[in-house]
């Protein structure tokens, strides 16, 4: 069956780094876009990252562009997103998704949900 498991995330000073992973099995792959989301307490879900199957699209959300790498390694059926220079304000539950097609900034293009991981960033 299909399985997204995050993993990566925790306790993170402000101004840090961290890289959360998304290990994928259960489906091809190579063919599948991949998103990460977010969502902090009381907040609506907020589009963070996307790549396509073959990395060559790739989009980032205005509040992480220039501090937020997403990235894929196909032969390990992982997704990354890198994140620097982090801030209190990223502080939130991390999902990553699955959508057999072109990537999309909308949670609900998306087929195939991880549980989350979650990230804090401290002051």
């Known amino acids: 069956q299909v399985q997204l498991v995050e993993s990566g995330g925790g306790l993170v000073q402000a101004g840090g780094s961290q890289r959360l992973s998304c290990a994928a099995s259960g489906f091809t792959f190579s063919i599948y876009a991949m998103g990460w989301f977010r969502q902090a307490p009381g907040k609506e879900r907020e589009f963070v990252a996307a790549?396509?199957?073959?990395?060559?699209?790739?989009y980032h959300g205005d509040s992480v562009k220039g501090r937020f790498t997403i990235s894929r390694d196909n032969a390990k059926n992982t997704v990354y997103l890198q994140m620097n220079s982090l801030k209190p304000e990223d502080t939130a539950v991390y999902y990553c998704?699955?959508?057999?097609?072109?990537?999309?900034?909308?949670?609900?293009?998306?087929?195939?949900w991880g549980q989350g991981t979650q990230v804090t960033v401290s002051s």
């Open positions: 790549i396509s199957g073959s990395g060559s699209r790739i």
């Open positions: 998704a699955a959508r057999m097609s072109l990537p999309t900034m909308t949670e609900h293009d998306y087929d195939y």
